[in-house]
């Protein structure tokens, strides 16, 4: 007789897995039995349940003679569909169980399992047992043998597609009479199921989903609060996940290394994609947050004391409370960097919210936990080709003045800046110059500009535009290069008849600009004065900073 293939489900309860059974029992090289090691389950735990002693005196309750004689014992049909409910996987299991025949995951939200959980027994995270889900998934994937996941809402929303899909995953045909079933009690039912199936025995097939659901009992909110990050884990994995990432692919990102980073996000470090805020954070709410671009060069942060020394004026100016102190701010980046192994060609998003608020609402009195502080550091080139150079356009967004917002504070509100950007991208430029309320060249959307006319370094008063870091430096080596150097209002007109012009910010560095509006800014090249202090900044760099702890240079 040939030995028949084993199809192992495991789900948490009340996750439409006894529907799912009916389903694979109506095919015709199907049998089905459910829940086999429940009585192995309430030995080993000792749990109570109103069944418990009828269980035990009907079912096998040695889990390994179980294993071997039930689960992959004889039978008459090719295949054998096992419910298994995860938390039922006890010690002292063989491990046979898990090696053999073909394993898939059922996972259902936690928001719909648990207020129709606690009819028979009192809701709890052990009873719920998604922790014991990952487990198993975990020790399958270490395995080699990866189970496929599908979710309840699958089934529910499409169920032809959702088995269909599963067939596949297991290797075996679909048959249309998965669809339907009789309504009632089914031979395939446990002992248990006058206290846990009277839903489902009035079904026929997979019901849609209501619309709109019950309210959720608030007494069960810290259940969910525990289970959902489980749910979620494996929705992940799933087979919906994967069929809409088809749809809809992840977009590559510009470093590849990216996609496993750690960042700082309150007093943690979270991996990137949970790494978030919440939604009661001021920068959701209003955009009310200060930040600071910093650069990672050979084991040193450049410039960290003068960033530090404007985040703060920043928070001073927009009156935040309870902000964390330097050294906290610089543990807290020390400790990112270090955790992803960055210490050379990385680029540091410093930023700092006003905080969480206990309501939605725009006054700062509702930010009562203190600030947030945000250490997202990337692998990161320049952003620019400081070799070749840079094409600028002259948006029609205007600069903000300071009688609006002062552009002195270094705030996240960069919707200005965005619609110039937009500008900038729409006329495939790389930025977009920015003009003050008097036309007059304030910087572009992410960087301060300079110009060379007839040997001298000119640059717009930081009246409207912020005083940035590397402008700073690069205003101090023009001087020290012994160029004249000039602050004042300049024209449009003026960079578009330049003899060189380029842009700087921690995230470029020094870029050369050569097209503005169409008009080829001196040959066409990078310009001489622009190579002298491209260089002059490069060997800056490599001379100061403040060190990383623990760096060692190879």
């Not at 050379?344 to 930010?367: C, E, Q, W, Y």
């Not at 602050?487 to 578009?496: A, C, D, N, T």
Request: aromatic letters at 8%.
């Amino acid at each position: 007789m040939e030995e028949i293939k084993v199809i192992h489900s495991w789900s948490a309860p009340r996750s439409l897995s006894t529907s799912l059974m009916y389903a694979f029992a109506q095919r015709d090289d199907m049998e089905v039995i459910d829940e086999p090691l429940y009585a192995n389950f309430l030995r080993v735990t000792g749990i109570e349940r109103p069944y418990r002693d009828e269980l035990l005196s009907k079912m096998e309750s040695d889990g390994n003679k179980v294993v071997k004689d039930v689960i992959f014992g004889p039978g008459e049909k090719k295949y054998r569909f096992c419910k298994h409910i995860a938390k039922q996987r006890v010690p002292g299991l063989t491990d046979e169980l898990l090696k053999k025949g073909k394993h898939f995951i059922l996972i259902r939200n936690p928001l719909d399992i648990l207020p129709s959980f606690d009819k028979v027994v009192p809701p709890s995270f052990f009873e719920l047992g998604l922790s014991s889900l990952v487990s198993v998934y975990s020790e399958l994937c270490e395995a080699g043998n990866p189970p496929a996941i599908i979710d309840s809402a699958e089934l529910q929303e499409d169920p032809e597609a959702a088995l269909r899909g599963l067939c596949e995953d297991l290797d075996i045909p679909f048959q249309a009479a998965m669809l339907k079933w009789e309504a009632g009690p089914k031979s395939a039912d446990g002992i248990w199921a006058p206290w846990w199936y009277r839903s489902v025995h009035k079904s026929t097939c997979f019901q849609p989903p209501n619309k709109y659901p019950s309210p959720f009992p608030s007494s069960l909110y810290g259940l969910l609060e525990q289970s959902l990050p489980f749910y979620n884990m494996l929705r992940q994995k799933s087979r919906r996940n994967g069929s809409r990432a088809a749809c809809f692919p992840q977009p590559s990102l510009p470093v590849p290394a990216n996609e496993k980073l750690l960042s700082w996000v309150g007093d943690e470090i979270l991996p990137r994609d949970s790494a978030k805020v919440s939604v009661f954070d001021s920068v959701v709410q209003g955009g009310d947050s200060v930040w600071e671009g910093l650069r990672v060069y050979k084991g040193k942060i450049f410039k960290l004391e003068e960033h530090l020394d404007r985040m703060f004026d920043s928070a001073k100016a927009l009156a935040f409370k309870n902000v964390p102190t330097r050294e906290e701010v610089k543990e807290a980046i020390f400790k990112t960097l270090i955790r992803n192994g960055m210490f050379d060609n990385a680029h540091i998003r410093l930023s700092l919210t006003r905080g969480k608020k206990v309501t939605s609402g725009m006054s700062p009195g509702f930010n009562l936990y203190g600030c947030t502080l945000i250490v997202l550091a990337e692998w990161k080139p320049p952003v620019y080709d400081n070799a070749r150079g840079i094409t600028l356009v002259t948006a029609t967004t205007r600069r903000n003045s300071p009688n609006n917002l002062d552009s002195k504070i270094h705030h996240n509100n960069l919707l200005n800046n965005i619609l110039a950007k937009i500008e900038g991208n729409n006329a495939k430029a790389d930025d977009a110059i920015m003009l003050d309320k008097d036309g007059f060249v304030s910087e572009t959307n992410a960087t301060n500009i300079f110009l060379v006319k007839k040997g001298r370094v000119l640059t717009p008063h930081a009246d409207y535009c912020l005083p940035g870091v590397t402008r700073a430096t690069v205003m101090e080596l023009v001087e020290k290069e012994k160029i004249v150097l000039e602050e004042r209002r300049i024209s449009l007109s003026e960079f578009h008849t330049a003899d060189e012009v380029w842009t700087t910010g921690t995230m470029g560095e020094l870029s050369p600009v050569v097209e503005i509006d169409g008009r080829i800014i001196g040959d066409g090249c990078v310009g001489p004065v622009t190579q002298r202090l491209q260089n002059a900044y490069k060997d800056l760099t490599s001379q100061l900073g403040v060190p990383i702890p623990t760096y060692q240079e190879t």
